[in-house]
């Protein structure tokens, strides 16, 4: 029999991957916001993602659909913990969403909404990261509603909010030039110094308080094959600075892409099989066989049209965006 667990785990973890990914440069935008005071170039970065960034979004209905359908268990749990922050995460999102719709539109006001978009692309990204924390401290049945609120949550949200800023400071230089783009190239190192900084201290924390992450990670022989990803880490940093340094335009982002991937699979790797820290495997969480089966038919037929055309959506607006184009206001 196939085991349908691991094809779900296998679903939800894409669509994740490319929610961090497409979303987080996305956001990562608002969040560069207040290094740029230009009017026009304001717009400019706005515009280099207004085409595409509610598709973005859709990859995370695709995980809390997949989490609902598949491992009602996890929705449950995570969900009845992290309600606060979920909430408050999806307010952020509605005001960041709503200054898209009105600031080209408003004049008087739109200072307001490029505050609005700011704040609202900040705070989704911090509570993005405090969820993240919160969940690999670990969730339990009688948890409180503040618990998710600790030291090492807010530390993974201002890590989220630095990776999200150097996702978008990349993408910028990618789809951008002139000015806007020298501005990019040189902030760049420095968000790549801060994100080191993230690392290293998620690294450091996670073994500390978790005796069977440390076990898996250092014990003898997974220390010389998983070794490798912190080796990689260290070497894709170096690859980006150089190309910033060098001024390449494309490689920046192919690079901050091949480092949220890395961050991402030592996830994968320190919870593994777990699905519910510190102890739920995916088998213990998982629907009946026959539910996972008939949800499983419909992602494979909505899972192909949703990457179908978010690829056509990015090649269609694959371009520079410079000022004085047409864009979301025209």
């Known amino acids: 029999m196939i085991d349908l667990s691991l094809i779900w785990v296998g679903i939800i973890g894409l669509g994740v991957w490319i929610y961090v990914v497409l979303d987080g440069f996305d956001l990562g935008i608002g969040i560069l916001f207040p290094v740029v005071a230009e009017k026009q170039q304001r717009d400019v970065m706005m515009n280099t993602v207004a085409p595409v960034w509610d598709g973005n979004e859709t990859w995370m209905v695709l995980g809390g659909a997949g989490l609902f359908a598949a491992?009602?268990?996890?929705?449950?749990?995570?969900?009845?913990?992290?309600?606060?922050?979920?909430?408050?995460?999806l307010v952020a999102l509605i005001f960041r969403g709503v200054a898209f719709e009105f600031r080209f539109k408003a004049h008087r006001s739109r200072y307001l909404w490029d505050q609005a978009f700011i704040w609202g692309s900040v705070l989704a990204s911090f509570f993005q990261g405090m969820i993240l924390g919160a969940y690999i401290q670990g969730i339990h049945p009688q948890q409180g509603a503040w618990d998710w609120l600790t030291p090492f949550s807010v530390f993974t949200g201002i890590g989220v909010v630095l990776v999200y800023a150097a996702l978008g400071c990349a993408w910028l230089i990618m789809k951008?030039?002139?000015?806007?783009?020298?501005?990019?190239?040189?902030?760049?190192?420095?968000?790549?110094w801060a994100l080191l900084v993230i690392f290293l201290g998620v690294s450091i924390y996670t073994p500390l308080q978790h005796a069977e992450i440390a076990a898996r990670w250092f014990s003898l022989p997974n220390l010389y094959y998983?070794?490798?990803?912190?080796?990689?880490?260290?070497?894709?940093?170096?690859?980006?600075?150089?190309?910033?340094?060098?001024?390449?335009?494309?490689?920046?982002?192919?690079?901050?892409?091949?480092?949220?991937?890395?961050?991402?699979?030592?996830?994968?790797?320190s919870l593994w099989p777990n699905i519910i820290p510190p102890s739920i495997t995916?088998?213990?969480?998982?629907?009946?066989?026959?539910?996972?089966?008939?949800?499983?038919?419909?992602?494979?037929?909505?899972?192909?049209?949703?990457?179908?055309?978010?690829?056509?959506?990015?090649?269609?607006?694959?371009?520079?965006?410079?000022?004085?184009d047409e864009g979301y206001h025209d």
Do not use: N
């Open 176 to 192: 951008t030039e002139t000015d806007l783009q020298q501005h990019m190239y040189q902030l760049m190192p420095k968000l790549l």
């Open 226 to 269: 998983l070794s490798l990803v912190p080796v990689l880490v260290l070497w894709v940093s170096y690859q980006l600075y150089q190309a910033c340094l060098h001024q390449q335009e494309k490689q920046p982002f192919i690079y901050m892409l091949a480092l949220v991937t890395l961050a991402y699979v030592g996830f994968l790797i």
């Open 71 to 89: 491992f009602p268990l996890v929705y449950s749990m995570v969900l009845s913990a992290l309600y606060l922050p979920i909430m408050f995460m």
């Open 282 to 324: 995916i088998w213990q969480a998982a629907a009946p066989y026959s539910s996972q089966l008939f949800a499983l038919i419909g992602a494979c037929i909505l899972l192909p049209i949703i990457l179908v055309y978010t690829g056509l959506a990015y090649w269609v607006f694959k371009d520079k965006v410079r000022v004085g």
